[in-house]
């Protein structure tokens, strides 16, 4: 596609809950990161894939959280028993560039407002 | 977690103003950029630095990247209703594509 699409836009979840947050990233982009936005805050990063592999997952918060993109495409957040404090907006982007976001490379998505009630 | 110390965090001004807000860090990066981000919406890139000491313009934009590497300032000349938004910094070090993001500067633009 044109952009990073991340799927749903909106979820809302009961404590407790097991999610999943998908993000499709640009066409031959091969770099992609999962960054996650409290309310007030800058994005902070969680993981980062290069091809199929995480070469960097130094960001997730805990166990509880963990990243697949087993095909070197799309990517699933997926987040066990689910915290209010889990509540944010995770974002994904795209890069065609191992190390980053040169030569304007670096796309974000929308993002996925994640609500644990 | 890390993150970068943006100034201001919000700023109200008039149409037709000069603004201007920075970032600094305890660490040294090699890249700086600068993105906006709309209600609802990712950050979109506005600006990238490569080099210390590197002035860019885009536009109404101009971004600098500090000869320490410690710190980047953004300025937008002559402001208009559609620059109103949340303006943050990033830093990018030598560990692959993770950014450093700055705590946002929160601009709004009086017609």
């Known amino acids: 596609g044109a952009g990073v699409s991340q799927t749903p836009s909106n979820k809302v979840t009961e404590k407790g809950k097991y999610v999943e947050l998908r993000c499709d990233p640009i066409?031959?982009?091969?770099?992609l990161y999962w960054y996650r936005q409290s309310l007030g805050q800058g994005p902070e990063f969680l993981i980062y894939?290069?091809?199929?592999?995480?070469?960097?997952d130094s960001g997730l918060p805990n166990d509880r959280f963990f990243a697949v993109r087993p095909e070197g495409s799309v990517s699933t957040l997926k987040i066990q028993r689910t915290e209010r404090g889990d509540s944010a907006v995770y974002l994904c982007?795209?890069?065609?560039?191992?190390?980053?976001?040169?030569?304007?490379?670096?796309?974000f998505g929308s993002g996925t407002r994640l609500t644990v009630v | 977690g890390q993150q970068l110390n943006q100034s201001p965090q919000s700023m109200f001004i008039q149409e037709g103003e000069d603004v201007s807000m920075n970032c600094t860090s305890s660490?040294?990066?090699?890249?700086w950029l600068w993105y906006k981000q709309d209600p609802g919406e990712g950050p979109v890139l506005l600006i990238a630095?490569?080099?210390?000491?590197e002035l860019t313009s885009n536009g109404r934009l101009t971004a600098q990247f500090g000869i320490t590497r410690k710190d980047s300032f953004l300025n937008i000349s002559a402001s208009i209703p559609s620059d109103v938004g949340i303006y943050f910094c990033?830093?990018?070090?030598?560990?692959?594509?993770?950014?450093?993001f700055g705590q946002g500067t929160e601009l709004s633009v009086k017609p």
């Open positions: 982007a795209s890069s065609t560039e191992r190390r980053g976001p040169y030569n304007y490379g670096y796309t």
């Open positions: 066409s031959g982009h091969t770099a």
């Open positions: 894939f290069q091809g199929t592999g995480a070469a960097d």
């Open positions: 660490s040294i990066f090699n890249t």
């Open positions: 630095l490569y080099k210390a000491g």
């Open positions: 990033a830093g990018l070090g030598n560990q692959g594509g993770k950014l450093i």
